[in-house]
């Protein structure tokens, strides 16, 4: 079967880092994305990467290793905004996006 | 640029009837549009994908007389909840493709919070 796992729930601080991590087995690839969610909202985009390596824009990163199946977005100068879900999600190689269930991520002050 | 809306961000419907739903690309031309649910505190399920002028290919386990899709042009595609119940109550979301089958992002409509009462 093809599977995205990713932790549940995470807190940080602001002002702080935090990363959050995936990993996948899934049927072929074509890309990892990573995109967030506010609650009641629609995803949207952050990064994506297809080759192996760290992807920066900003105070956010990704990176990827296709090797081991596994990515991790990772977030600098915590604000408070940045509380919300992350997804992690793979492009098949039916191009289909697997969706992981998504990382809570809880800014406190 | 890549904007997609979604109309109604809301609906209240009651049980036995149906609702339809709209998914524009305001700013592109998508020949390829997703829908699909989520419910509270899981993650998204993708029910069908759309291709402009063909017919709709469902998730397994997705009724598709039930979800009545279809994408008669490059800039809009419709969900319509046939005969909905409660159980249908759940946010619907759109997005739709960017460029050609090699450079996949998709692109998110707001979303439509349906209620079935």
């Known amino acids: 079967g093809q599977n995205i796992d990713q932790p549940t729930e995470m807190t940080a601080t602001e002002g702080a880092i935090v990363q959050i991590n995936c990993t996948y087995q899934?049927?072929?690839?074509?890309?990892l994305f990573w995109y967030q969610q506010h609650a009641g909202e629609a995803p949207t985009f952050l990064s994506y990467?297809?080759l192996d390596g760290l992807e920066e824009k900003g105070r956010f990163s990704s990176f990827l290793s296709r090797s081991k199946g596994y990515s991790y977005l990772l977030l600098k100068e915590l604000q408070m905004k940045d509380s919300a879900s992350y997804l992690c999600?793979?492009?098949?190689?039916?191009?289909?996006?697997?969706w992981g269930a998504g990382t809570k991520l809880i800014i406190k002050p | 640029g890549a904007v997609v809306s979604q109309h109604p961000s809301r609906v209240i419907c009651k049980s036995g009837t149906s609702v339809k739903i709209e998914c524009r690309s305001l700013?592109?031309?998508?020949?390829?549009m997703f829908w699909y649910r989520q419910f509270p505190k899981q993650s998204l399920m993708l029910m069908a994908t759309?291709?402009?002028?063909?017919?709709?290919?469902?998730e397994q386990g997705v009724e598709k007389d039930k979800f009545l899709i279809n994408h008669a042009s490059l800039t809009l595609s419709t969900l319509t909840v046939t005969s909905a119940h409660p159980e249908d109550s759940s946010f619907y979301i759109c997005?739709?493709?960017?460029?050609?089958?090699?450079?996949?992002?998709?692109?998110f409509g707001p979303g439509t919070r349906l209620t079935v009462t």
């Open positions: 997005s739709a493709r960017v460029g050609g089958q090699d450079y996949h992002e998709q692109y």
């Open positions: 899934t049927s072929g690839f074509n890309g």
């Open positions: 700013d592109f031309q998508a020949t390829t």
């Open positions: 990467n297809v």
């Open positions: 759309s291709n402009e002028g063909s017919k709709a290919t469902y």
């Open positions: 999600a793979v492009s098949n190689s039916n191009y289909q996006l697997i």
